[in-house]
């Protein structure tokens, strides 16, 4: 079960992120929390380690010392073998867009920007030493809505990650069968690739345009784009 698993948690923070996990630490047993990019006072163990140090020996053995039995990642940077290898059901990973269309940074506001709503989503995946192609649990779609900004819709995007992923541990930890996915489709997105001229674009003009479209012909739409769940 999530609540008896010992978790480490992984994150890459941002407002988002901040409220998936003062939920999830308050609701699991969670051990322990490396932090990246801010710091936020959890009221478990907890470290701040720079962009580019995730993988140091130092912090693999500060997080060794709470003997987790699983790892949930959430916006960290990518993760080494040390990490994955550390806890006896590897780890569980976050991710914005549905994989394996839409893999790396960004890519749920990429997917609005190619007028793509449809592929908006979150995949709950396992970790590996690549990107967002580990096998996967569960994927969803957030409620969108003309007037929403990229950013009201990304919160979905972790309210959404809020209700599946306890259930992906228990999945993971019960030896459940996952989907593997064909890395042979789809693309590839980069950080450096999303810069203030992409996101000027996504405007509120834009968005609700997209969205209102999307939304005439959402049965259509989804329908062409099937959803992965592990049930």
């Not at 940077?77 to 960004?106: A, C, Q």
């Not at 929403?148 to 069968?177: K, P, W």
């Not at 989907?179 to 674009?201: F, L, P, V």
């Amino acid at each position: 079960m999530c609540m008896e698993s010992k978790i480490l948690l992984l994150l890459g923070v941002n407002v988002s992120t901040i409220y998936f996990a003062k939920e999830f630490v308050e609701r699991n047993n969670v051990v322990a929390v490396i932090q990246q990019d801010e710091k936020f006072p959890f009221k478990v163990p907890n470290i701040f380690v720079e962009r580019g140090k995730l993988n140091d020996d130092l912090v693999i053995q500060w997080a060794r010392q709470f003997e987790p039995d699983i790892f949930i990642s959430y916006g960290p940077e990518r993760i080494g073998k040390g990490l994955i290898s550390l806890t006896k059901f590897g780890g569980i990973n976050i991710h914005w867009g549905l994989s394996p269309m839409y893999r790396g940074m960004h890519t749920s506001r990429w997917a609005l920007l190619e007028g793509l709503p449809e592929y908006v989503g979150v995949t709950i995946h396992k970790v590996d030493e690549n990107l967002d192609t580990g096998d996967i649990i569960f994927q969803a779609r957030p409620e969108m809505e003309e007037g929403d900004s990229f950013r009201t819709i990304e919160h979905r995007l972790s309210l959404l990650a809020c209700s599946l992923i306890q259930r992906a541990v228990e999945i993971v930890v019960n030896g459940g069968i996952l989907c593997k996915q064909d890395t042979k489709i789809g693309r590839q997105y980069w950080a450096k690739q999303w810069t203030t001229k992409e996101e000027s674009k996504l405007n509120p003009l834009f968005i609700s345009k997209l969205l209102r479209d999307y939304n005439d012909n959402k049965v259509e739409r989804d329908g062409k784009v099937e959803l992965i769940n592990y049930e």
